[in-house]
């Protein structure tokens, strides 16, 4: 009798370590992250067991030399040469193994299959619409929000979960349109959202912007789905959502700064930064300096 793949559900606590030897580096778990959750993991030499996902995976290397995978994808056999910035795609439920023959650093982003059915349900022709296996290619994008996210996390894990909402919207819609059974065109052209929509929106951020806002709060209050909203919010303001909040907390850190005797620390956390250095990082994007040189001067 055949041994039964393991089953690994990403939304449990160490899911990974069903099937790798050493526990991940990072993990978005204590983030309490929704539809997405992060991994990263440095491993040595290993054959995983056949596994199979609850979610869509997709996986990012971070070699700084090009290096051998051997990966099978449901009885489909390839020997692959990866390399910094490489990306591999396991839908969800399929049949996986992996097995590498030095030191690996890598990244596993683990999308709900709920949620991209719900961006497919949004897009022009979603019937039937599969994501598809994809052997280790080359991916920018993926690539970029990928150690986006990973910074993010590392940075900020306690109010990342507006930013990795936004990134799960992106990245759904981008497999979608890439690695699916029938690839969905998304439209060249969004309407930003009506000027009721966006002062509605602008007042509930500006009421509770030092809250742990979530894309799918903002979303449901005009009544639109994640995906929509973030496109046209971006479209009307010329910032994504994540940005716009991001300059309110910076802004009113700035007003605190100058007419109130808080310490930096205090400010941080009344307008919503995780800490101080999460502050100062921020504000002096913005500000070309430091709380403390602002107060000072």
């Known amino acids: 009798m055949s041994k039964q793949p393991v089953i690994v559900d990403y939304r449990q606590v160490q899911a990974s370590a069903k099937v790798v030897p050493k526990t991940s580096r990072l993990s978005s778990q204590a983030a309490g992250w929704q539809t997405v959750q992060l991994e990263h993991h440095v491993q040595p030499a290993f054959e995983m067991p056949e596994y199979r996902s609850a979610q869509h995976l997709i996986v990012l290397t971070h070699y700084p030399q090009p290096g051998i995978v051997e990966r099978r994808f449901e009885g489909t056999f390839r020997e692959e040469t990866t ?72 940075t900020d894990g ?61 979303a449901g209050f005009v009544g639109i789905s994640c995906h929509h909203f973030a496109r046209r919010f971006k479209q009307s303001m010329g910032v994504t959502p994540y940005q716009y909040i991001l300059q309110c907390r910076v802004e009113r850190a700035k007003e605190l700064l100058l007419r109130s005797h808080l310490t930096v620390a205090q400010i941080a956390y009344c307008v919503g930064f995780a800490n101080q250095s999460h502050l100062t990082h921020h504000f002096k994007r913005r500000y070309q300096l430091t709380p403390k040189k602002m107060r000072e001067q």
């Open 158 to 218: 306690h109010n990342s979960g507006f930013y990795a909402e936004s990134a799960a919207s992106l990245l759904a819609a981008h497999l979608l349109r890439h690695y699916s059974s029938r690839p969905i065109q998304s439209t060249s052209s969004c309407d930003g959202l009506s000027l009721k929509q966006l002062q509605q929106v602008l007042d509930y951020i500006h009421s509770h912007f030092e809250q742990n806002l979530r894309l799918t709060d903002l």
């Open 83 to 154: 390399q910094n910035g490489s990306v591999a795609i396991v839908p969800a439920e399929t049949v996986h193994q992996v097995r590498w023959n030095r030191n690996v650093e890598f990244t596993v982003i683990a999308l709900e299959p709920g949620w991209v059915a719900r961006i497919a349900h949004e897009s022009i022709d979603p019937d039937r619409v599969e994501i598809t296996p994809h052997f280790f290619q080359p991916d920018p994008l993926i690539h970029q929000i990928g150690v986006a996210l990973k910074q993010v996390l590392e």
